[in-house]
């Protein structure tokens, strides 16, 4: 549906957009990921015509889209920033688009109860914006976005002033108004949490360029360089001393942490990564490395634990059941499933 090519964006010397394609389908939610400054929100002001690229194309439906006004673009708007009116009550705030475009009072109004059943606010349409707890006010923004049945939506950390519990509780919510209402959605933040839980697929940014573009399993499955991995809290990367390859889909790569087996394709890797979830206590019989368990925490259902061997020090996951105490020496083996081959940033 919006296709985007060779997006480039300089201010002043810094070049804030480095040659961004992508493409988003009809449908979807994309989440754009990554660290504060990475120019995810740029990208968002590009395609909303807040902002204008120095050099590339945006294609809606195979036109150009430069040409297209902001107005007659029909895409929503949410930005975390965007204040609901206060002097009007949460129906007025829903209707505003709908009065711009001119709509008949009758229709109006039932597109706005429409959206308060969407969003799970019956009752609340003569109710001042004022009274409204930071979750509805929320709802009611996303409402006001909704109403006009914009064929983009796009959210800009639309929940970023709100504390964490209702952030979580709320994002998952988001996403099922926005399948609900079937619209198209591009939705940026600097959350992984946030982005796994409402993308269909998910782009991640650095400095400018989108990294890797696929669904939040994938990604988490087999991050593709070592920023990424990182960006996803996957902190335990060992340096690749040596890989040879068995085969078009088989690797052994040599590390600090010993000889490794893994299924992949990916040849010259820098890294090998150690999911925490590959962790498994080791039996007598088994050929495992030794360690110690230098630091513990207790996390729920698993606890983690900072884990010293010859060479290094990994944190990983061992399930509650399993007693453990800080200093004590622990054999490890790992699960290759939960391992990956990855590439330097380079
Ligand atoms: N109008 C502007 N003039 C000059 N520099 C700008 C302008 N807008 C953005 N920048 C710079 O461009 C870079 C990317 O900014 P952008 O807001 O797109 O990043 P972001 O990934 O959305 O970050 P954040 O999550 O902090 O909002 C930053 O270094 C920012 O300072």
Redesign the pocket.
Known sequence: MLHMQGIR?Q??Q?L??RDVELTLNRGEILA?L????????????IIAGL?FADQGQLLLHGQPLNPIPIHRRNFGLMFQDWALFPHRNVGENIEFGLRMEGMAKAQRQQRVAEMLELVGLVGYQRRSVLELSGGERQRVALARSLAPRPQLLML??PLGSLDRTLRERLTEELRQIIKAAEVTAIY???DQNEAFVVADRLAV?NA?QIVQLATPQAIYQQPKTAFVARFLSLTNLLPIEQQTSLGPELQVVETNLGPFQIQSSQTNAAYLLIRPEAAQIATPASASVQGQVVERSFRGSYQRIDWRYQHGLLQLDVPSSYQLSQGQTLDLTFDAQQLSLVQSDH
Do not use: A
Not at 34 to 45: D, E, I, Q, V
């Open positions: 964006k201010f002043e810094t804030v957009l754009l990554g660290p504060s400054g990475c120019g995810k929100s740029t990208l968002l002001r902002e800009d950390e940026v933040t600097h940014m400018g």
